[in-house]
């Protein structure tokens, strides 16, 4: 089967860092177009915009989107209309009706519409879904704390509505959580913490149900220096399962089980190929759902102003 002619639109962060080497090590991918208002990728053709790569490469496949959340849709909604696959970097939107949007587009246009989630690729999820499959659950606590300021240096969209803030990486902690549980969960509160100069939280406590009745419980925060914490914790009458590091390592009762390397963006696309040559779609709005009932539960706190040093040195 000849190669699906992509093009990556935002050359940013995870565009160079985790896209363009998948990309590469995936035969079943040509990078034939980038387009960035700013940046642009060694050995292919570059453009300002989507419209323009479209205009000049008629015979492009598909596009994956590595822009900020906030103009994702305009763009995957030009892409879909123009006959293109889609690729979408989590969170596939800004609001959840607009990835509902996108959904319908792709299925009226029988193109195949992938909503990322990278962390869904971790290399312990698959096997905590398992092992969790006939698990009594109890307790699940997770713990998703890092340093804004060496994350996420000078993105100012991320600060902005629709950036998400602490959210941004409290997704991910959703989208493992989302997939490994055996049932739907629910959120019941969560409380956020506004920065007094900022539209989007620097800390979020939330608190999930499902129909048992077990306690869910997420804390986020970005003001972590020193360790990070990308832990989930989920007590069952089988033992207690330690998901750590972002989903790549799984422990039972304190004992290893497993470690494998991270290699979360080569599934993304090996799943991305896999959807186009099957003419399929995988779209899960599960973990944006969640965080747009935080923000419509939240208790709002107004916190200590955050100042971005990377921005101010600009
Ligand atoms: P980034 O470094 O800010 O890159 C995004 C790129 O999108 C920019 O470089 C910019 O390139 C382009 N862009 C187009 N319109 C823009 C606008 N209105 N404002 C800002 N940039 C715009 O961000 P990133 O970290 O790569 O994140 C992009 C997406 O990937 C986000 O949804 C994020 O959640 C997700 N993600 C990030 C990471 C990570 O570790 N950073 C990990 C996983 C997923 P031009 O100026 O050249 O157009």
Known sequence: MAPIRLGIVGVGKIARDQHLPSIARNADFELVGAASRSASVEGVANFPDLAAMLDAVPDLDAVALCVPPQVRHALAHLA????????????????????????????????????????????????????????????????WKEDVRRWHPGQD??????????????????????????????????????????????????????????????????????????????????????????????????SLVSDAPEAEYDGIYRRFAELVQNGASDVDVSPLVHVADAFMLGRRSVVEAFHDDAAAGH
């Open 80 to 143: 879909l209309t123009r006959g293109k696959h889609v690729l979408l970097e989590k969170p596939p939107g800004a609001t959840v009706a607009e990835v509902l949007d996108l959904q319908s587009l792709a299925a009226e246009r029988k193109l195949s519409l992938f909503a990322t989630w990278h962390s869904r690729f971790a290399p312990a999820v698959e096997a905590a879904r398992a092992w969790l499959a006939d698990a009594r659950i109890d307790t699940v606590a997770v713990t």
């Open 157 to 254: 969209w991320i600060w902005e509505p629709g950036g998400l803030g602490v959210f941004d990486p409290g997704i991910n902690a959703l989208s493992i959580v989302t997939r490994i549980l055996p049932r739907a969960i629910f959120l019941t509160g969560s409380t956020l913490a506004f920065p007094e100069n900022k539209a989007a939280p620097i800390a979020a406590d939330l608190i999930f149900s499902d129909a048992l009745g077990t306690s869910i419980t997420a804390a986020f925060d970005w003001r972590q220096t020193g360790p990070q914490s990308w832990d989930i914790e989920i007590a069952t009458d089988k033992g207690r399962l330690a998901l750590s590091g972002g989903g790549s390592r799984m422990a039972i009762d304190g």
